[in-house]
């Protein structure tokens, strides 16, 4: 649901109203090295563009799920998120961080956008390529750092649609004898659409339906020059998978703790925070029979229990035109896949459990010069990783023999990782920049342990799997002229052992074969030569416009898949917008994004055609603090090609996205 945009770049002003500010957040100040790398900053406004938030994060250019669908139709563990379209991966190939706390899942990596609804935003900064400098291990091709709110102002927003369709948020704070509460609560439904259509639909096909919601309070206060914040936070979805018996859910439930104090006359700044997040998952699959013409349970994981927790302490400080940072993190995740499988006709006869424990820690550092017309960053890191405790059981459900019992070795190393940059500011408001950087993410305990199956097609896990390291360089060039603002970036990524869901062999359903059989793989090194680059024109007061553009050509360049472009990556992007307001209480906005073509899989053979989707939106000011919005979701009604499979009868069969969902809400802002 689009509401009014206009794009922020990295090294300007934001164009977000004052609020009134209670108290701020328990961190530290933005690091003033930042501004030497490809950044893009998303006020409160931007992000309540959508209802998710991960569809508001997708105006930037170059950043997206797993799949083309959003996080309402994608099962939990495609919710990844992936900067540069470099080699989208289930697992997150970026870091994402609400104030400070990890915010990807524990056991997959992946994000549960459910818990992070936009009433409970307060901004966003996207910081493309390796983040070896304070943000962790993890951050593979980018962070997204996002704020909460620190307004006592409430908001809320309720809107219902078609497709039997509904959401409500709603967040405010309020300061209680010296206590700062903020609060948000948000949650939604959709009986959603059949993904398969005619005349490909059969017996097998169902509804893509969701039911999710979240809940969150924060309290913080101050004592003398420390700021103190406790954040507790929940969440529960469950949704169909557009196919008769094929369902999955996802729980968690999170907690942190944060104590900062900002630099000033008296010393450096300081910030020490802990957190842990306790989450669940359940997947069931089915098998399709030729023709679609029904289902037959395949697996039933009940259970995916997960704990993550961990902490970062951190020291910034100044001296002259010298700023600099040092700190140590931690993270310790553990977890396993509890599933019910070989199904004979009444139940299932096996039951399995896997999993195992993943631990990273880092100490880092990083400084910069900053002379107003040059600024100069260097930072460095080293982190331990060890994966530990990987089983496997396999047992026979009638008799409680154990079939099969694997303990997996454990696997340690140490991962020296660093960036630099340079910027040159100009009068005319130009500026030219250049950084490097490498990084590096360990594989998930999802990745590691816990097979899956989509259908007829399957993955096994790989409890061999090494971490994945990104090298990178880029040039950018941006500025402003009167009403104008851009910013353009050439890079090269080189992603070494990329993890990819690799094609061993085939899937027999009796004497038929009716599946592809994958593994994660370390499959070789991707290479990725890219453009990007954003561009906002305030044509008047009242009308602006925005276009952006990511431009990718990655492809493998050793190992099996030599040559072949990484499954689910587009070459180019596009989006844009325009922002009218013709009357004084009127505002029209509107949002298009094109993305190219994608392959299904890592063989390249199956298609997901280019696509092109317009939102719009019209919204009407009743009072100061009251008004009323239409808007529509893919107006056009464009078919969003989301996957591809292969039917013994049907030959390629093709999964589509969203429909048109036209919406009718009321905000409230006080």
């Known amino acids: 649901m689009l509401a009014v945009l206009t794009a922020t770049l990295s090294g300007g002003p934001g164009h977000a109203e004052t609020e009134q500010v209670f108290v701020t957040a328990a961190k530290l100040p933005e690091a003033v090295g930042g501004a030497a790398f490809s950044t893009v900053s998303l006020t409160p406004e931007q992000l309540s563009v959508s209802g998710r938030l991960d569809e508001a994060l997708e105006q930037v250019p170059g950043l997206s799920l797993f799949r083309r669908t959003n996080s309402i139709s ?44 936009f009433e409970d935003m307060g901004g966003a900064e996207i910081v493309r390529g390796a983040g070896a400098g304070p943000y962790g291990a993890g951050a593979l091709t980018g962070t997204i750092l996002l704020t909460e709110r620190d307004s006592a102002q409430g908001i809320a927003d309720i809107a219902g649609g078609t497709l039997n369709s509904a959401r409500g948020g709603a967040s405010r704070g309020e300061a209680l004898d010296g206590i700062d509460l903020f609060a948000s609560i948000a949650g939604e439904r959709t009986n959603g659409w059949i993904p398969v259509q005619e005349p490909d639909r059969g017996a097998a096909d169902n509804h893509v339906w969701f039911d999710g919601g979240e809940a969150s309070l924060r309290a913080q206060t101050q004592i003398g020059s420390i700021l103190e914040s406790a954040r507790i936070g929940y969440y529960d979805e469950s949704r169909g998978a557009g196919v008769v018996g094929a369902t999955s859910s996802a729980h968690g439930l999170t907690s942190s703790l944060s104590f900062a104090s900002n630099p000033g006359a008296s010393g450096p700044g300081w910030r020490l925070q802990g957190w842990m ?85 880092g100490v880092y550092g990083e400084g910069a010069i900053d002379t107003s017309q040059w600024l100069l960053t260097l930072g460095g890191r080293g982190d331990y990783w060890a994966t530990s405790q990987g089983h496997l059981v396999e047992m026979d459900r009638a008799t409680g023999t154990i079939t099969n019992q694997q303990e997996y070795e454990g696997k340690h190393g140490i991962v020296p990782t660093a960036r630099g940059g340079i910027r040159r500011n100009f009068n005319d408001g130009q500026y030219l920049r ?237």
């Open 277 to 361: 997040v306790h989450s669940g998952f359940s997947n069931t699959s089915v098998s399709v029979a030729p023709g679609r013409g029904g289902t037959t349970p395949a697996n039933d994981q009940f259970a995916t229990p997960a704990l993550g927790f961990g902490g970062n302490a951190a020291l910034l400080g100044q001296s002259g035109a010298l700023h600099w940072e040092a700190g140590a993190d931690l993270r310790d995740d553990s977890g396993e896949s509890r599933e019910l499988y070989k199904f004979n006709g009444s139940e299932f006869s096996m039951f399995r459990r896997s999993g195992g424990r993943s631990v990273v820690a």
């Open 74 to 117: 994608a099962n939990a563990s495609t919710q990844g998120v992936s900067l540069r379209e470099i080699a989208p991966s289930g697992a997150s190939r970026a870091l994402v961080l609400l104030d400070g706390i990890p915010m990807n899942d524990p056991f997959g990596g992946w994000v549960i956008w459910t818990q992070l609804p």
């Open 434 to 670: 250049a950084a490097a950087y490498a990084g590096f993410r360990v594989p998930s305990l999802n990745e590691l342990y816990r097979p899956f199956r989509v259908g007829n097609d399957v993955t096994q896990a790989n409890a061999n799997l090494r971490p994945e390291k990104l090298y990178g360089a880029e040039l950018g060039w941006g500025g402003g002229w009167d009403r104008l603002r851009w910013d353009a970036t050439l890079f090269y990524n080189q992603l070494h052992s990329a993890i990819a869901n690799v094609t061993i062999g085939q899937v027999f359903c009796g004497p038929v074969a009716c599946g592809t059989l994958r593994q994660r793989q370390n499959a070789g090194d991707v290479g990725a030569l890219g453009f990007e680059s954003q561009l906002t024109y305030t044509v008047a007061d009242n009308f602006s416009a925005w276009s952006a553009v990511a431009l990718s050509n990655a492809k493998f360049t050793s190992g099996p898949l030599d040559g072949f472009r990484p499954a689910l990556t587009p070459r180019a992007t596009i989006t844009g917008g325009t922002s009218w307001q013709p009357l004084p209480k009127l505002a029209l906005d509107a949002q298009l994004r094109w993305e190219g073509l994608r392959y299904e899989n890592d063989l390249n053979t199956l298609r997901l055609g280019a696509a092109l989707v317009l939102d719009m939106r019209a919204t009407y000011s009743i009072t100061e603090a009251l008004a009323g919005y239409v808007a529509v979701d893919n107006a056009t009604d464009a078919n969003v090609a989301t996957a591809a499979t292969q039917d013994a009868l049907l030959g390629e069969v093709i999964s589509y996205g969203q429909p048109r969902i036209v919406w009718a809400g009321i905000t409230y802002t006080e």
